[in-house]
């Protein structure tokens, strides 16, 4: 059996300094750009943050027209960057558990990742996530992967 290569992931400089916002507690990544971060996939055009209330409605108040609102979820909408309250009504403190910490953000675990990606399988790319994420948890596990293994997993 071959074994497949260690890919070192250089952490991801975001710039959120185009928001002109001093955020009170660091936004939590998720969506494509997570699974880059820990080298799954390349994302997409956007970049997808959970906030929390206290930083949702302090931007909500500076971008008044910018609201989303998609089935409850409430987000703001400026440039790339889709800052939301909750995803599927989880909310920050429930899906920043265990989340990896950058300078200026958090990165979602790969635990609530699977588990968001999991809600949306109806989704073809959503499933594909899936596949992606189970493969790299099985790799920790099973000490194939070793750079996030330490953050994650306990054997």
């Given at each position: 059996?071959?074994?497949?290569?260690?890919i070192l992931i250089k952490p991801m400089y975001i710039d959120l300094s185009s928001l002109n916002y001093a955020f009170q507690t660091k936004p939590l990544?998720?969506?494509?750009?997570?699974?880059?971060?820990?080298?799954?996939?390349?994302?997409?055009?956007?970049?997808?943050?959970?906030?929390?209330?206290?930083?949702?409605?302090?931007?909500?108040?500076?971008?008044?027209?910018?609201?989303?609102?998609?089935?409850?979820?409430?987000?703001?909408?400026?440039?790339?960057?889709?800052?939301?309250?909750?995803?599927?009504?989880?909310?920050?403190?429930?899906?920043?558990?265990?989340?990896?910490?950058?300078?200026?953000?958090?990165?979602?675990?790969?635990?609530?990742?699977?588990?968001?990606?999991?809600?949306?399988?109806?989704?073809?790319?959503?499933?594909?996530?899936?596949?992606?994420?189970?493969?790299?948890i099985g790799d920790i596990q099973y000490g194939k992967d070793k750079q996030f293994g330490a953050n994650h997993f306990v054997r």
């Amino acid at each position: 059996m071959k074994k497949s290569p260690l890919i070192l992931i250089k952490p991801m400089y975001i710039d959120l300094s185009s928001l002109n916002y001093a955020f009170q507690t660091k936004p939590l990544l998720i969506g494509g750009m997570a699974m880059e971060y820990y080298g799954l996939r390349k994302s997409g055009a956007d970049i997808d943050f959970v906030l929390t209330s206290a930083d949702y409605v302090s931007l909500a108040k500076k971008h008044p027209d910018h609201l989303k609102d998609l089935y409850g979820d409430l987000g703001v909408c400026v440039g790339l960057f889709e800052l939301w309250r909750t995803i599927m009504l989880f909310g920050y403190d429930f899906l920043a558990d265990r989340a990896l910490e950058e300078e200026t953000y958090r990165v979602i675990s790969l635990e609530k990742l699977l588990f968001l990606k999991t809600l949306g399988i109806s989704v073809p790319k959503y499933e594909q996530d899936v596949r992606l994420l189970v493969q790299k948890i099985g790799d920790i596990q099973y000490g194939k992967d070793k750079q996030f293994g330490a953050n994650h997993f306990v054997r």
